[in-house]
């Protein structure tokens, strides 16, 4: 039976809660227990899915096709733990279960209120696989205060009483913020950030403080008085240099070691911590630099492409290269020629992304690069756009386009190399879409398994025939355009079991030149990193080197 951590958050959004969780679990491997991490957003969106990357960063597919919450790629970076559909869950999805069941008839004509209804199917989300780990760490979204998140603070209120004791404690982030013209840390704001979470009946037995100052035992033993915890359970969290030496940082302030004493379990194994020395000494000790540019939509926030970032870090690690990342706006090259913008890059990459916007700025980042022999990663949107950009300039089909684009401008202006994708296969079932159904959850999404062709970059690349990567599309290179576009040198290097769907292509006469239609940014780790992302930043310093 799981021990259950809830982590909360006070004073202000954006502290680190995910980051803090993902390391804490990372932290209780190294010790030997297994973990499981979950999120409970207060939003009312069923899932992220449908939500703008403006309003909320990317989002995170799991292998059993959930669109879920950017943390939950953290936790899956930190521990290695595969997240899962039971996972994550919002309000949305709590709410529309309930009314479901409602709709059903089975609360047998009950008056439906927030409790217990909604409480207890938040709690029953909470307990689906307890029996499967040591430690299941739970992260509620927002902060203590909002009037959102209040069924969620209940909910686990009421978990921690139903369990036996010592089997659940509370984890608060807070902040400690340094007035320069008073020249202090400012505890209150902690403070008063406690007494909320108390005036709900949730009493914190670890504190983790972010400070971009160090912070005096004095303080720590007022914070650790005025909020009830104990001093040695007052952690310091600060900025680091990067995300990836955390684990080694909580480590070092004691955070392991305090959860542990919360639980009274003073016998632990202490954390065996090479992985993640290796990874910091990759990180810190590199021999050189590579500039990679990202030529997308949504390249104001940095979030929306959060995996790749990640990803390409992991591949810089792979090959001790530090990863320096320019994001190009897609849309520049409306007007502008992409020469300007990209000449001095030693790779490019162009990720996915929905809508006509920019993709004809990706369709010349595609061309600059095929021409001028500059290694390319396509994903996605990115692959479609590699296809499309040779369809129009080698295999004459000159008006070559998307099926998504005349569906938003509601007319016949291109040839559909990339059409709707009406029906699939998903493991012994075929799953039927329309162009107009919900938005929502309708896309291909998930681990789907891809061939790949012998002797080819790709197969290359991961060392094996058959790989299993993650989808998040509803729009696919039309296989019939395939014989055209291999006459000019375009190899279709990975394919779907059924033969149907294309999964990657690649230039056979370009160093190294690939577009796949999946994700395999969700699946690279710091200390396992993507072997599409190792190969693609070695490619880069082999364009380096040729400069």
Not at 295 to 309: E, H, M, P
């Amino acid at each position: 039976m799981a021990r259950y951590i809830f982590i909360t958050g006070g004073v202000v959004s954006s502290l680190g809660k995910g980051l803090a969780s993902a390391a804490l679990g990372a932290l209780l491997q190294a010790r030997g227990y297994t973990v499981r991490l979950r999120k409970l957003d207060p939003y009312l969106n069923v899932d992220p899915g449908t939500m703008s990357p403006f309003e909320h960063g990317e989002v995170f597919v799991t292998d059993d096709g959930a669109e879920t919450d950017l943390d939950l790629g953290h936790y899956e970076r930190f521990t290695g733990v595969s997240a899962r559909s039971t996972d994550s869950v919002s309000s949305g999805r709590i709410y529309s279960t309930v009314l479901e069941k409602e709709r059903r008839g089975d609360y047998l004509g009950k008056t439906i209120q927030v409790i217990p209804h909604v409480t207890n199917e938040i709690k029953d989300f909470i307990s689906i696989g307890e029996d499967e780990v040591d430690f299941m760490l739970c992260e509620i979204g927002g902060t203590v205060g909002d009037i959102e998140a209040l069924p969620f603070f209940e909910a686990i209120r009421q978990f921690s009483q139903d369990k036996p004791r010592g089997e659940c404690i509370f984890m608060h982030l807070t902040l400690i913020p340094y007035l320069a013209a008073a020249g202090e840390l400012k505890t209150k704001p902690t403070q008063h950030s406690v007494k909320e979470l108390r005036s709900i009946g949730i009493a914190p037995d670890v504190l983790v403080c972010r400070s971009e100052h160090p912070i005096p035992d004095k303080e720590r033993a007022k914070i650790g008085q005025f909020c009830n915890v104990r001093i040695e359970n007052v952690i310091a969290a600060y900025d680091l240099k990067s995300i990836y030496e955390a684990p080694i940082a909580y480590h070092r302030e004691g955070l392991d070691t305090a959860v542990l004493n919360a639980f009274g379990i003073t016998d632990a194994p202490m954390p065996e911590m090479s992985r993640w020395d290796d990874v910091v000494d990759r990180i810190s000790s590199t021999e050189g630099e590579v500039k990679i540019a990202i030529v997308g939509k949504y390249t104001q926030l940095g979030d929306a492409y959060k995996s790749i970032n990640e990803a390409l870090t992991h591949g810089g690690m792979a090959n001790r290269v530090k990863v320096k990342v320019e994001w190009v706006d897609a849309e520049v090259f409306d007007t502008e020629d992409p020469a300007a913008h990209l000449e001095g890059f030693d790779a490019i990459l162009v990720p996915g992304g929905f809508g006509e916007r920019g993709t004809e700025g990706k369709i010349k980042a595609a061309e600059f690069a095929r021409t001028r022999k500059v290694p390319y990663l396509g994903i996605c949107l990115g692959m479609q756009m590699a296809v499309i950009e040779g369809a129009r300039n080698l295999a004459g089909i000159k008006d070559a386009g998307s099926e998504e684009f005349d569906h938003e401008a509601g007319g016949k202006r291109f040839t559909p190399v990339v059409y709707h994708l009406k029906e699939w296969v998903q493991g012994n079932h075929k799953i039927a879409r329309k162009v107009n159904d919900d938005k929502g959850g309708t896309m291909r999404l998930g681990a789907y398994t891809a061939q790949l062709t012998e002797g080819s970059k790709v197969a290359e690349v991961y060392g094996t025939s058959t790989i299993e990567e993650r989808h998040r599309h509803r729009y696919e290179v039309d296989m019939k355009y395939r014989e055209a576009l291999e006459a000019q040198g375009m190899l279709f290097s990975g394919i779907s079991p059924d033969g149907r769907l294309p999964e990657i292509v690649e230039w056979k006469d370009h160093p190294w030149f690939i577009g796949v239609q999946f994700h395999p940014e969700l699946k690279s780790k710091p200390f396992d990193p993507h072997p599409l992302f190792a190969s693609f930043i070695n490619a880069a310093i082999e364009s380096s080197r040729l400069v």
